[in-house]
Each structure stands twice: as structure tokens, then as C-alpha cells.
């Protein structure tokens, strides 16, 4: 019972591990949000967000998935052996430069055809191949990003998160005041600029220094990191592409408007639904990477994994939920409205997508690249399939219904890979506790439609505390979270 709890903590941790640091990061990205509202409108923020997808598939394709093979290499090896960890850190800096050439140079050569794909004309040539110059950064920034993770250096990888995103914030204001749409670019490239200069600083002092590494041994040395990296990105680029391909239709389909409201609509869900999956993906990955031979171990911690997951989230959802129209309006602006019904969809799919998640990472955890291609492959195939199909017939809420069934998709195929190749299962209290977060997420968005508004809001309220005492009751039966809480504040009292 020690242990088990002790590994509750420890995903607990590592999930609040950025306390006031992610606090703070969901302000940043408030004010980003509110700020483009007012002053670049639905339209900017469409252009800002097929800029964004278009350049992270450009890094897709040229980082060669370094970010994921460095981090299980790192991860693996780092208790065993440190000269050969300093070793790949050292292969991984120099790799990262060549990709980062590698990449502007190709978003500068492709510059025009870029535009004309993505936008339908040239106009945005010149926008490409500055943004050459975010592709360079970013890619630098892996590197840095991938050392503190693999080293499971959580904090410090918090704190660079921290820092670039306010300083990302001070740009923001003034190019968008001034230039307004035209600040979009140097938007990009500074604040890439600044996440390189933070993810720089914060994992500097694990730059061991070496000997200059001649090209033939740099790729003799970094092949297997390579290889490992470019299968497993096939699968990470699908989602790119899928991302971008949805965008380009609804641009194509709908105009640059509603893009930006597709836009804003995943902002909202990336940015403060999904600080959880980003707060507990810097530590799980790593730690399932480094227990992936040990299959009773693995099923153990994604078991544990998925449960703090949908305990954290379901309060969350369902205060999105209740205050979807006020949210939208504090996040952007009365002109953001219709986004609600694809953010009521999607957010409860945010659920679906949590215990997916969990399992989806043993296979990457594995190394099961042949698999992980085939499935993330598939099953992106089929989400773009059902988003066109969803917009076609039902607009942007056609796109928020495909995004939920998918991912009740997506949980039932996984769910089947894992059990068949890994013999994965969760356990019964996983089961008990999943099937009242449905029940809790799923009674709010039923209870929105409600028109009494005395009933609707006197039900929501009672669905916000419900779901606040269930996920503290359930995290301190695991945890000791109270306990542990006030052992701290009495602490501090001292």
C-alpha cells in the first residue's frame, strides 16, 4: 500500500509539480488569448493558427522525432551509464543544429508553395520565409527540451516553460497593438526566439563539453537515435497533418474567419484543458520508457497514470462545461460565441482522450515503431474523415461531435491493440471511477440545455461541487492528499 501510494504522489507531483508555474502559464496564455481577440479578431487568430500548424509540420518533418528517441534514450540509460549519456546529449546538440538548418532552409525553398497551398495565393511568401527563422529556434529548442526531460529535470523544464511564455506575452502586446495582423510573423519568431534562449539557459549546466564530433562518427553515433526517431515521428506527424489538413479545408471551405474559430475553440482546449496532459506527459514518458521490459510494473503505472488523469480533468470539464459562454467571453470576446457547440463537444471528448493517451504512450514506451505508425496512422485517417465529413454536414459543431466520437473511437481501438499485444487491463477501481466521471461530465452538458435558468445553474452548481469532492476524496484514498497538505501548511506556519 506504501509504495502504490507512493507512486500516486509521484504522478501527482510531477502533474502539480508546475503549482504556480502552470497557474501562471494558464494567466499568460489568458492574456495572449484576449489580446489577439481584441486586437486581430477571428481572422488573425485563423491566420495565426495555419501559420502555427504549418510550421509545426515543417518541424515534424525535420526534427526526425529527436524529441522522442532522445528522451528514451535518455530516460533509459541515465541510471546505468552517465559518460554515455553525456555522450548522446552531446550527439543530440549537434544533430539539432543540422536539423534546424535543415528545416529552414526547406520552409525558405518552399516558401511560395507554401502560400498558395495553405492560403490559396502568394501573398504570404515572405511570412514563410521569415518563419524560417522559428523553425531554426524550435528546432534548437527540442534539443534543450529533450535533455531536461530525459533527466527528468521537471522543474527547471516548468521554469523554462515559465519564462518564455511571459516574455512571449511583453511582445505580444505592443506587436499587436501597433501592427495588429501584420505583428503575426514577428509574433512567431520572437517568441521562438525566447523559448530557445530559456530551454538554453535552464538545461545549460547538462551541456557536457567534447570534443567536435566529426560529421561521419555524429551520424554513425546519432543513426540508432535517428532511425528510432524519424519511425516513431511518422506517427506524431499524422496528427500534423491531420491538424493541418482540417485547418486548410475549413479555410478553403468555410473562409479565414472560421478557421478562427476553429482556432479558438482548440486554444481554449489546449491551453487550460490541456495543461494536464502537458504537465503529466514531461514526466510519464520518461518514466514508463525506463520501465517499458517490466510489463507488470508498466500496467501498474498506467493504471495509476489514467486514474489521476480523469480525476484532475473531470472537475475541470465540467466547469468549461457549466460556463462554456462566459469563458469564451472572458478568454476572447462576445464575437468568439460561436464557438460554444464545438467546445462543449470537444472538451467532453478531453475525457475519452485522457485514458487513450495513457495507453497510446506504451506503445512509443516499447519501441513498437511498426505498430505506433500503423495506429497513429489509421486512426488520424479516420478523425480527418470524420471532421470533413462534420463540418460538411453540421459546420463547426459537426467538427466538435466527430472530435468526441473519435476519441470514444480511438479508447475502444487502443484499448484493443494494448490488450492483445501487452496484455494491458486496467483494473476494476479504474473502471468504478471512469464510469462516474462520464456520468458527472456527461449530466452537465445535458443539464446546459436546460432553459430554466433557477434549475440549470442550481443543478450546475451542485455538478461543479460533486465532481471537486469526488476527484479530492479519490486522490486522498491514493495519496494522502490532505494529510499532506496540511503536514505542508503547518510546515510553513513554523
Not at 524560417?132 to 530525459?150: C, E, H, P, R
Not at 534562449?197 to 551520424?219: C, D, E, G, M, T
Request: with cysteine; hydrophobic share 50%.
Amino acid at each position: 500500500m506504501t509504495v502504490s501510494k507512493s507512486s500516486y504522489r509521484q504522478i501527482l507531483k510531477a502533474t502539480s509539480l508546475f503549482g504556480g508555474v502552470q497557474v501562471f502559464s494558464v494567466l499568460v496564455s489568458i492574456a495572449k488569448s484576449k489580446f489577439a481577440a481584441i486586437f486581430i479578431g477571428p481572422s488573425g487568430i485563423g491566420i495565426l493558427g495555419v501559420l502555427n500548424s504549418t510550421l509545426d509540420l515543417i518541424i515534424g518533418f525535420t526534427k526526425l522525432g529527436l524529441d522522442i528517441s532522445a528522451v528514451k534514450e535518455i530516460s533509459a540509460t541515465k541510471e546505468e551509464a552517465t559518460n554515455k549519456v553525456s555522450r548522446i546529449i552531446n550527439v543530440l546538440k549537434r544533430l539539432t543544429w543540422l536539423t534546424g538548418l535543415l528545416g529552414a532552409v526547406i520552409t525558405i525553398i518552399l516558401s511560395s508553395w507554401l502560400s498558395s497551398v495553405t492560403f490559396g495565393n502568394t501573398d504570404y511568401t515572405l511570412s514563410f520565409i521569415l518563419i524560417s527563422l522559428a523553425v531554426f529556434f524550435n528546432q534548437l529548442t527540442v534539443g534543450n527540451l529533450a535533455i531536461l526531460q530525459g533527466l527528468r529535470k521537471l522543474k527547471n523544464l516548468a521554469k523554462a516553460t515559465m519564462w518564455a511564455s511571459f516574455c512571449s506575452l511583453l511582445v505580444i502586446i505592443p506587436l499587436y497593438y501597433y501592427l495588429g495582423v501584420k505583428g503575426i510573423v514577428p509574433v512567431i519568431i520572437l517568441t521562438s526566439v525566447f523559448t530557445f534562449i530559456f530551454s538554453w539557459y535552464f538545461a545549460r549546466q547538462y551541456h557536457v563539453k567534447s570534443n567536435i564530433i566529426p560529421i561521419k562518427a555524429l551520424f554513425a553515433e546519432g543513426k540508432q537515435m535517428m532511425k528510432l526517431g524519424f519511425v516513431l515521428s511518422l506517427g506524431s506527424l499524422a496528427t500534423l497533418l491531420t491538424i493541418y489538413l482540417i485547418q486548410i479545408f475549413i479555410t478553403n471551405r468555410g473562409g479565414i474567419v472560421e478557421v478562427g474559430y476553429y482556432n479558438a475553440a482548440f486554444i481554449i482546449i489546449n491551453a487550460y484543458v490541456g495543461v494536464v496532459f502537458n504537465a503529466m506527459s514531461k514526466d510519464y514518458f520518461p518514466r514508463l520508457s525506463s520501465i517499458a521490459n517490466q510489463n507488470n510494473v508498466l500496467t501498474n503505472v498506467v493504471n495509476q497514470q489514467a486514474f489521476v488523469a480523469i480525476l484532475l480533468l473531470t472537475p475541470i470539464i465540467v466547469v468549461f462545461l457549466a460556463f462554456a459562454p462566459l469563458i469564451i467571453n472572458i478568454l476572447f470576446s462576445k464575437e468568439f460565441s460561436p464557438i460554444i457547440g464545438i467546445l462543449t463537444f470537444a472538451i467532453l471528448a478531453t475525457l475519452f482522450k485522457a485514458v487513450s493517451w495513457t495507453m497510446g504512450y506504451i506503445l512509443v514506451a516499447k519501441g513498437d515503431s511498426k505498430l505506433f505508425i500503423q495506429t497513429e496512422v489509421g486512426f488520424n485517417f479516420i478523425l480527418l474523415l470524420m471532421s470533413v465529413l462534420g463540418y460538411i454536414y453540421g459546420g463547426l459543431i459537426g467538427v466538435g461531435i466527430s472530435y468526441l466520437l473519435y476519441y470514444i473511437i480511438y479508447l475502444a481501438g487502443i484499448k484493443i491493440i494494448t490488450n492483445h499485444k501487452y496484455n494491458f487491463k486496467f483494473n476494476s477501481d479504474f473502471y468504478k471511477i471512469f464510469i462516474v466521471c462520464i456520468i458527472l461530465c456527461s449530466g452537465t452538458f445535458l443539464v446546459t440545455y436546460i432553459k430554466n435558468d433557477y434549475v440549470k445553474y442550481g443543478l450546475m452548481i451542485v455538478l461543479i461541487i460533486s465532481s471537486c469532492i469526488f476527484t479530492i476524496v479519490k486522490l486522498n484514498q491514493k495519496t494522502d492528499l490532505i494529510r499532506v497538505i496540511k503536514q505542508k501548511f503547518n510546515n510553513h506556519k513554523r
